[in-house]
């Protein structure tokens, strides 16, 4: 069982900054593909960013390619979304997830543990 804690969401203006972490609990946290999703309300949950288990590889929903970057540090067990030039449109919930497949890394069901999530809003 993976346990998965975000943090770092809160409010922020529009064209700001924002940094957003989530730590695993699992040793053997590169053994896992993760990714980030958001929900916001009355809307689906929706694929942000993913990032391989070395980190070599990533991917990015198009509304988000150029203004975020996912990374993640092994050592620390911990997986990160770099959020800047954030728009109104970004406002939502926004969740870490850890996987065990090998493609597909925008499909949510592929993805076996998820947090409970940290709130991001936008002002305009």
């Known amino acids: 069982q993976v346990q998965l804690v975000e943090s770092g969401g809160g409010l922020v203006q529009a064209g700001g900054s924002l940094r957003l972490s989530c730590a695993a609990s699992?040793?053997?946290?590169?053994?896992?593909?993760m990714g980030w999703f958001r929900q916001a309300p009355g809307k689906e949950r929706e694929f942000v960013a993913a990032?391989?288990?070395?980190?070599?590889?990533?991917y990015y929903a198009d509304s988000v390619k150029g203004r975020f970057t996912i990374s993640r540090d092994n050592a620390k067990n911990t997986l990160y979304l770099e959020m800047k030039k954030v728009k109104p449109e970004d406002t939502a919930v926004y969740y870490c997830?850890?996987?065990?497949?090998?493609?597909?890394?925008?499909?949510?069901?592929?993805?076996?543990?998820w947090g409970q999530g940290t709130q991001v809003t936008v002002s305009s």
């Open positions: 997830a850890a996987g065990r497949h090998y493609s597909h890394h925008s499909d949510y069901g592929n993805y076996d543990y």
């Open positions: 990032i391989t288990r070395g980190g070599s590889s990533t």
């Open positions: 699992e040793r053997t946290f590169n053994n896992y593909a």
